[in-house]
């Protein structure tokens, strides 16, 4: 029997920080990849169609004036298309001020959807896909089990975007270890060339315990990148970017420098911003450095 209390944390893009948030699921159906700890523990379960109206009712006695929603947890694109429909049309019901719903979408599951069926997806206010790429090097893609193929998540964004829908694309710094750091950075770059999201978030990667990729570092599987080679990785892929009209993060608390810029006219100034960390000498060259104290 499904319970309608979510007991475990529930993640948002912090850009969702003022969007009305409704779970209309647990979890993440893929659950495997190895940097990944968000849901460890959390059976994936979507809520059937009667308890996601409940949920829906449930938010709009909170706020019924609500003009952005965010639907958690971590793909609810997995959805069938019929029932993500359902779910649309009934927020679009139930709240007269809606402007958009974004939600967190593998690759896969955009793919599912036909490009008619993302039309209209978007015309019921489906607005911007959160979509983890991680990386475009298939190596590091496949050492860290991503579902899909760097292919694939850009075959996945191209048809997103055709369809009017956004996407906020996330990438990890430093997920290819010591070993493949500048092939890492320069597939990156290649794979965000071809996809052209609105939206770019880097994040640092941090191996968390109960990860997988925390235990590989344990037993040196995987070395982690230094403080300097971290900030010299991002320098590459930035280098390698050609975006037509990219807004850009690296603010999350993982990165060592928070940046922020829009492509393409801001790519020379966060080159240099970078260029001046790197040569100030306070960048630790032999470790990852301390943690951050949230991530
Ligand atoms: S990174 Fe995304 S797809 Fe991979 S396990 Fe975590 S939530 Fe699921």
């Not at 003009?67 to 069938?80: H, K, Y």
């Not at 292919?151 to 369809?163: K, L, N, T, V």
């Not at 990860?211 to 010299?232: G, N, R, V």
Request: neutral net charge.
């Amino acid at each position: 029997m499904f319970d309608v209390h979510h007991s475990h944390t529930l993640f948002r893009p912090p850009a969702e920080a003022y969007s009305l948030i409704i779970r209309i699921m647990d979890g993440c159906p893929w659950n495997q990849c190895t940097f990944c700890g968000m849901y460890k523990g959390v059976p994936c379960r979507f809520l059937s169609v009667e308890k996601m109206d409940a949920e829906i009712a449930g938010a709009r006695k909170t706020y019924p004036q609500a003009q952005r929603i965010f639907l958690a947890d971590g793909d609810v694109m997995a959805l069938s298309f019929e029932k993500l429909k359902a779910v649309l049309q009934r927020l679009n019901e139930r709240f007269p001020r809606l402007a958009r719903v974004n939600v967190y979408a593998n690759g896969h599951s955009i793919l599912q959807k036909s490009d008619a069926e993302l039309r209209e997806l978007r015309a019921l206010k489906l607005s911007t896909l959160y979509m983890g790429l991680e990386s475009g090097h298939e190596e590091t893609l496949r050492a860290v089990k991503k579902r899909e193929t760097a292919e694939e998540m850009i075959e996945a964004g191209q048809r997103a975007q055709s369809a009017g829908l956004k996407i906020s694309v996330m990438i990890l710094t430093g997920l290819g270890g010591q070993k493949s750091s500048t092939l890492h950075a320069a597939a990156t770059a290649d794979a965000l060339n071809r996809m052209q999201p609105r939206l770019l978030s880097a994040l640092r990667v941090i191996p968390i315990p109960g990860t997988e990729l925390y235990d590989q570092e344990k037993s040196s599987a995987f070395t982690q990148l230094t403080e300097h080679q971290a900030m010299e990785e991002l320098r590459q892929t930035i280098q390698g970017l050609e975006l037509e009209s990219t807004v850009f993060r690296a603010n999350h608390s993982s990165n060592i420098l928070p940046m922020e810029g829009r492509f393409p006219k801001d790519k020379n100034r966060l080159l240099d911003e970078l260029d001046a960390l790197l040569a100030s000498g306070v960048l630790d060259t032999a470790s990852p450095g301390a943690p951050p104290l949230s991530l």
